[in-house]
C-alpha cells in the first residue's frame, strides 16, 4: 500500500498529491512513469512523475481528472492508500549537453513539464518556458515554473490571464527571435504536441512526451504501441519521450479514443451510484 | 480383466453452456474414474514415461500409490519433483511429453499421466485446505523447513519458472524473496492462462503452498527499473534467479496493424485474465472485440484467444493460421475444446493488410496457403497461392503469433550477455555472464511452455544451491 502523505488543489479538476514510496523515489529521474491501481477492482493506469523527493522517499503525481480513475484517485485524502504502484517505468530523459531550450506544456502537460524545466535549469541551460491554460483558473505551477526558467510565458485561450492565444503563437515568436535554440520539449493534448512538431524546423530536435493507453507499462501488452519514423514503437519502453518530427500523431489521436464509450459507462454508472 | 484401450473419459462442462461462461471446462476425474485410469498403467520395470517429463516426476510410483488408494503418499510423491502439480495436469502438453513416452501407448492410447496428475494435485490442495483449518485448531506448525540456512536468494519473476526456483530453493532452507512486477503473482499463469482452463483459486492455493515454505513475495517490483540487479547483491542476496518470461508481443508488420480493434493476444488476455474484463463494469478495465474476432496463430494462446473471445459475447470467432491442422502447436485437448465450442479454423491462410473505418479495422485481406518443403524451423513451409486473395469481415483481430523475451532487465543490465533473439545468454548450468546471477525459462528460451520453464527453474535452483555451497568458505 502506498499512502497519501499530502494533498492540493492546484485548479479545478486538477490535483496534486505526494505519495510513500521510496523505492521507485530512489530510482526515478525526469521523464519516468508510474502505474497505479488505486484499489482490486481498478484499472491501471500511467501517470508521469511530477517531483521526487529521494530523501523523504516520496514522489509527486499532478493529474487532470479526466477519466474514472483519475476522478476516483481526486477523492482519496491524506492518509488513504493507494493499492498498487509501479515505477519508475519507461525511459527518463537525457537532459545533458544542451545550452538554449523552449519548454511547452499545455493544461495539465504542464505538470508534467515541470519536472523536466527544473532538471535543464539545475542543468545549466537557459530555459525559455511557455504554459498555456483554457482560463486563468486553469494556469498551474506559475511560481513553481518562474523560479526554475530565465523566462516564464503564460497564454490562455480566452485571455483571461497572460497572453490571448495558444502556446505555439509564443513559440513562433520565440523561434524568430532567437537562432541558438538547441531543443524543444512539449507536453500535453497530443493537438498540441502536433502543432509544436509541425512549427519547429527539422534542424531543432523537438521532444514531445506521449500518454498512450497501457496496461502492464513494462512491454507485454503493446496497447501502448505508436508509429514512429515508420517504426513501430512501445511508448511504455521506449519512451514516454519521443522525437517530435517522427511521430505520428493522428494515429494516436485515434487509439486514445478507442475506449470512450466504456469509460463514459463506467463514470455514470458510478454518478447513479454515488446518488 | 480385460486390457482397457481407450482413456477413461473426463467429463467436461458441455459446450453450448461453457461458451456462456469462465468457470473450468474440463471437470477432472472423480476418484472410481482416477483408479480405474490408474489401473490402466503397466507399472513398467523399466518406465520411459518419466524421461518425457521435464521435472522428472516418478509417474508410475504416484500412479501406484492413486492404486493403493494412498492419495496422501501420491501427492507426495509427485511434490518431490513438481511444486505445482494441480497446473501442471492442467496446462502441461502431456501428449508431447510423459504420454508420448508412455509404453501403453505404443500400442494402445497411453496412460492419461495428465489427468490423474491434476487428480492428485486438486486432491493435495484440497488437503491442505484441510490442514489450514485444523492448524488453527492445533497450532501445528507449518511446512516450512527446518533446515535454514542464512543466504538469501532473489528470484525475479514469479511466473512458473519462478515459483519454481523459489519453492525448490526454500526447500532447501534458503530465504527467497520472489520479485514481482504485476500486482498479482503467477506471471503468465496469471495474466496469460484463462481462468476456464486454469482457475485462479488453484493458482492462488498452489502460490500459498509455496509461501508456506518460507518464500517472501514482494509485489510492483519491476527488476531493472524500481531496483538493478546491483541493488539486489547491495541488499544482500547472495544469487539471483532471472524468470522473467517472454512477455514480449510478436506484432504483424503489415498495413493497417495500429488501427483500432487490433490486439495483441498479452493485451487481450491481461485485460481478461489480470484485469478481469470480463467482470466489466464491475471491474473497471474495458475490453471490446465486438460481434466478429478474427485470431491469427495456432498456439495455445490462440486457442486461449479464440475461446475467451467467444465468452465475451462474439458471434463468430475465427482462427486463421498459415499451415494445417497437422501442425496447430496447440495442445490436442484445446484444439478439441476449441472445435467443439463452435470456432472457425480458417487453416493455410495468412493475412496480408488489415484495412479500416474510421480507424477501427474492418475487415482482412488473407491469401491462402500451401505447404512445401521444409522451412528452417523443420516445419512444413507455407507458400502463398497466387491469386487467392479473400477478405474477412470483423469487428476485432487478436495478434497470437508468439512472444520474445521481455528486454527490461537486458537493457538495464549491459553486463548480461544475451543472444540475438533477445534471450539471456546461459550455459549449461543456466549460469548467466554475470556470477551467482542464473536465468531459465521463456526469457532464456523464447516462448515455450510452463512445464519446460518448471524444469529450468528447477534446474537453476540446483545449480544455485551448488553455487551457493561452493563459495561458502570462500
Not at chain 1, 517505468?89 to 523552449?102: E, S, T
Not at chain 1, 511557455?130 to 506559475?142: D, M, P, Q, S
Not at chain 1, 515508420?230 to 478507442?258: L, W
Not at chain 2, 497466387?386 to 543490465?413: C, R, Y
Request: charged share 25%.
Amino acid at each position: 500500500m502506498y499512502k497519501i502523505i499530502e494533498k492540493e488543489i492546484l485548479a479545478p479538476g486538477i490535483k496534486r498529491i505526494r505519495v510513500e514510496a521510496p523505492l521507485i523515489a530512489r530510482k526515478t529521474h525526469p521523464g519516468n512513469f508510474i502505474i497505479l491501481r488505486i484499489g482490486e477492482l481498478d484499472e491501471r493506469i500511467p501517470l508521469t512523475v511530477a517531483d521526487y523527493e529521494r530523501d523523504k522517499g516520496t514522489i509527486t503525481l499532478i493529474f487532470q481528472e479526466i477519466g474514472y480513475t483519475t476522478k476516483k484517485l481526486g477523492t482519496l485524502e491524506v492518509g488513504d492508500s493507494i493499492q498498487d504502484l509501479v515505477g519508475p517505468l519507461g525511459k527518463h530523459l537525457d537532459i545533458r549537453g544542451y545550452k538554449k531550450v523552449i519548454c511547452l506544456g499545455g493544461g495539465s502537460g504542464t505538470a508534467l513539464l515541470y519536472p523536466k524545466v527544473k532538471a535543464f535549469h539545475e542543468n545549466g541551460a537557459e530555459v525559455l518556458t511557455i504554459t498555456g491554460a483554457r482560463n486563468k483558473e486553469l494556469v498551474i505551477l506559475e511560481k513553481e515554473l518562474r523560479t526554475v526558467s530565465d523566462k516564464l510565458f503564460i497564454t490562455t485561450d480566452d485571455g483571461s490571464y497572460g497572453y490571448h492565444g495558444f502556446v505555439t503563437d509564443i513559440l513562433q515568436d520565440l523561434l524568430k527571435e532567437h537562432s541558438d535554440i538547441d531543443l524543444v520539449v512539449a507536453i500535453g493534448p497530443v493537438p498540441m504536441m502536433k502543432a509544436v512538431s509541425n512549427i519547429t524546423p527539422n534542424d531543432i530536435k523537438t521532444i514531445v512526451s506521449l500518454n498512450a493507453l497501457m496496461v502492464d507499462g513494462t512491454g507485454m501488452c503493446g496497447g501502448c504501441r505508436v508509429t514512429v519514423g515508420g517504426e513501430t514503437k512501445f511508448t511504455c519502453i521506449d519512451g514516454p519521450a519521443f522525437d517530435g518530427h517522427q511521430v505520428d500523431f493522428d494515429e494516436i489521436m485515434n487509439r486514445q479514443s478507442y475506449y470512450h464509450e466504456e469509460e463514459d459507462h463506467v463514470c455514470r454508472l458510478d454518478k447513479e451510484v454515488n446518488k | 480383466m480385460t486390457l482397457q484401450k481407450e482413456k477413461t473419459p473426463v467429463k467436461n462442462q458441455n459446450p453450448e453452456i461453457r461458451t456462456k461462461n469462465f468457470d473450468e471446462v474440463c471437470l477432472g476425474y472423480n476418484k472410481s474414474e482416477a483408479l480405474k485410469e490408474a489401473s490402466r498403467c503397466l507399472q513398467c520395470k523399466n518406465p520411459t514415461c518419466i524421461s518425457g517429463c521435464p521435472v522428472e516426476v516418478p509417474i508410475p510410483a504416484f500412479i501406484k500409490a492413486i492404486i493403493d488408494d494412498d492419495l496422501d503418499q501420491a501427492a507426495h510423491i509427485i511434490k518431490e519433483k513438481n511444486n505445482l502439480p494441480a497446473i501442471c495436469g492442467r496446462v502441461c502438453p502431456q501428449e508431447e511429453q510423459c504420454e508420448k513416452m508412455c509404453i501403453m501407448g505404443k500400442k494402445y492410447k497411453p496412460v492419461a499421466i495428465g489427468r490423474l496428475e491434476r487428480f492428485v494435485g486438486d486432491h493435495a490442495l484440497k488437503k491442505a485446505k484441510e490442514n489450514k483449518i485444523q492448524e488453527k485448531i492445533t497450532a501445528v506448525s507449518d511446512t516450512r523447513p527446518t533446515n535454514i540456512k542464512k543466504e538469501k536468494v532473489a528470484v525475479v519473476g514469479s511466473g512458473p519458472a519462478g515459483l519454481t526456483a523459489a519453492a525448490d530453493l526454500a526447500k532447501a532452507g534458503y530465504r527467497v524473496t520472489l520479485f514481482e512486477a504485476l500486482h498479482s503473482v503467477g506471471g503468465v499463469l496469471r495474466y496469460g492462462i484463462p481462468e476456464f482452463r486454469l482457475p485462479k483459486n488453484i493458482l492462488d492455493q498452489e502460490v500459498s503452498e509455496i509461501k508456506k515454505l518460507g518464500v517472501e513475495i514482494r509485489l510492483n517490483i519491476v527488476i531493472g527499473k524500481t531496483m538493478a540487479l546491483e541493488d539486489l547483491s547491495a541488499e544482500g542476496y547472495k544469487a539471483v534467479f532471472i524468470g522473467t518470461g517472454a512477455g514480449l508481443p510478436i506484432l504483424m508488420d503489415l498495413p493497417g496493424k495500429n488501427l483500432n480493434g487490433i490486439y495483441s493476444a498479452n493485451e487481450f488476455l491481461t485485460r481478461v485474465n489480470l484485469m478481469k474484463a470480463y467482470k466489466f463494469p464491475e471491474y473497471k478495465t474495458p475490453v471490446k472485440i465486438g460481434k466478429k474476432v478474427a485470431v491469427i496463430g495456432g498456439g495455445n494462446v490462440a486457442m486461449d484467444s479464440a475461446r475467451t473471445a467467444l465468452r465475451l459475447g462474439a458471434e463468430e470467432v475465427s482462427i486463421i493460421y498459415r499451415r494445417s491442422k497437422e501442425e496447430l502447436p496447440a495442445r490436442n485437448e484445446e484444439i478439441e475444446h476449441t472445435e467443439e465450442e463452435g470456432i472457425i479454423f480458417r487453416l493455410l491462410n495468412s493475412p496480408l493488410a488489415f484495412h479500416g473505418e474510421n480507424g477501427k479495422v474492418k475487415w482482412i485481406e488473407c491469401m491462402k496457403m500451401k505447404l512445401k518443403g521444409t522451412d528452417s524451423s523443420g516445419r512444413p513451409k507455407p507458400i502463398p497461392v497466387k491469386g487467392s486473395n479473400w477478405s474477412l469481415e470483423v469487428d476485432s483481430v487478436i495478434i497470437a503469433i508468439g512472444q520474445t523475451p521481455n528486454p527490461l532487465l537486458k537493457d538495464d543490465s549491459p553486463q548480461l550477455k544475451t543472444e540475438s533473439y533477445g534471450g539471456i545468454h546461459v550455459d549449461e548450468n543456466l549460469a548467466t555472464s554475470i556470477p551467482g546471477v542464473y536465468a531459465g525459462g521463456d526469457i532464456v528460451t523464447g516462448a515455450a511452455t510452463v512445464i519446460k520453464a518448471m524444469g529450468a527453474g528447477k534446474k537453476a535452483a540446483r545449480s544455485i544451491i551448488k553455487y551457493l555451497e561452493d563459495n561458502k568458505l570462500a
